[in-house]
């Protein structure tokens, strides 16, 4: 379904810093559908320009990146992602979900209407969204808190409607980009166990994270990086850096 290979990504010298930065250094490895992932390592190791990457917000300074899936007549549809021009970028991100550490919630608008804004953006109809906004907040148990306010929720309530966000318009990748990061242990393990679910229900989920004790307890795939190189992929990895 995705595969990255011989990446490497150098950002060019600026103010901040006066000497080019290399983020990725030869990155090669693949993803299957159905597939939950876990891209471990501390800040600035390299996953989040792997995960931009893939949504095609970066382009590599050199190598490839492929991605693969079904539309909706069954045909397979092979994206090479790196030479994507920019008017092509929607259809890929429309096979993406991506849930952020900050929500991205928009503050006024309710549990229901920030899901729903998802579907607006693409032109759904007022019947599509009311059909498929309950069935994306059931997923995420929020179907009781769909007329509240981001301000009215909790950190791990603000996190699922993220995650319902992302649902909603039924792509074939979650991405989580270090989704609990502002949340406590109890909250962090719902978070954990509520991506578990939506990969069994048939996602293939990215989980980006530099947390110990989610790599070590989950016995997943884990893709281990440190400054930008990959030192191990293992399939049920521990943390290692």
Not at 49 to 55: E, V
Not at 119 to 147: F, M, N, T, W
Not at 166 to 180: F, G, N, V, W
């Amino acid at each position: 379904m995705i595969k990255f290979q011989g990446v490497n990504k150098i950002y060019p010298a600026n103010n901040l810093n006066p000497k080019p930065t290399q983020a990725l250094k030869d990155i090669s490895f693949e993803i299957k559908e159905n597939e939950f992932i876990l891209i471990a390592g501390r800040s600035g190791a390299g996953k989040t320009t792997i995960i931009k990457m893939l949504i095609g917000e970066e382009m590599p300074s050199s190598g490839r990146v492929f991605f693969s899936f079904t539309d909706e007549q069954k045909t397979v549809r092979n994206i090479e992602v790196n030479k994507l021009k920019k008017h092509d970028l929607p259809e890929l991100r429309k096979q993406i979900g991506v849930v952020f550490q900050d929500y991205k919630l928009l503050p006024r608008k309710t549990v229901f209407e920030n899901v729903a804004y998802a579907l607006e953006v693409i032109g759904a109809s007022d019947k599509q969204i009311k059909d498929e906004v309950p069935k994306a907040l059931k997923i995420v148990g929020l179907s009781k808190r769909s007329d509240h306010f981001p301000s009215e929720l909790s950190g791990g309530e603000k996190q699922r409607v993220a995650i319902a966000r992302a649902l909603i318009h039924r792509p074939k990748l979650i991405i989580a980009d270090e989704p609990t990061g502002n949340l406590d242990p109890y909250h962090t393990w719902d978070i954990v166990k509520l991506l578990l679910k939506i990969n069994e229900l048939g996602e293939t989920v990215i989980l980006a994270t530099h947390d110990q004790d989610i790599v070590n307890n989950l016995e997943k795939r884990v893709i281990s990086l440190e400054e930008g190189q990959l030192l191990k992929d293992v399939k049920k990895g521990k943390y290692i850096i």
